[in-house]
């Protein structure tokens, strides 16, 4: 049974990068998140934005699977895929343990300015409506299964 956002804490169940934005990203098991940059060798990653790094629930991937889609941990170009804690409920400023890095929430989903190659692919894309985005504030290693926790 999935915790709710009353709940503090959950897991990481998969950390994923790709090297062109707009694609799905691949699940590296571990990475490095960069203090003010975001995830190591991803194509989001920069200092210039505040969205250096993207959270997706399991819980909303499992929605678009229970549609019928083959989506997977990764396919909607999020960074770190999370279970246990309801993120889109998150409020702005929210700060969050990731492995041993430390990121705050800067926005709750996004606009979708033209169909990605996930939303092309799949038919729909959950992002822009369930995930969040935040900055980096202390970097460090996540890898799957370090617990997730709102602090």
Do not use: W
Request: some cysteine; proline content about 2%.
């Amino acid at each position: 049974m999935a915790l709710n956002s009353k709940n503090s804490s959950g897991g990481i169940i998969a950390v994923s990068t790709s090297h062109k934005k707009g694609t799905k990203k691949k699940n590296i098991e571990q990475g490095l998140l960069m203090e003010n940059y975001g995830l190591s060798g991803d194509a989001h990653s920069s200092s210039e934005t505040h969205r250096q790094i993207s959270l997706l629930a399991i819980e909303s991937i499992k929605k678009m699977q229970n549609l019928g889609l083959d989506v997977n941990p990764g396919d909607f170009a999020e960074n770190i895929t999370t279970n246990g804690i309801e993120l889109k409920t998150l409020p702005i400023g929210t700060k969050l343990s990731a492995g041993v890095g430390i990121l705050e929430v800067t926005q709750i989903g996004k606009e979708c300015h033209n169909h990605c190659e996930i939303g092309r692919q799949v038919g729909d894309c959950i992002m822009p409506k369930e995930g969040i985005f935040c900055r980096v504030i202390t970097g460090g290693k996540v890898k799957v299964g370090d617990e997730i926790k709102i602090i």
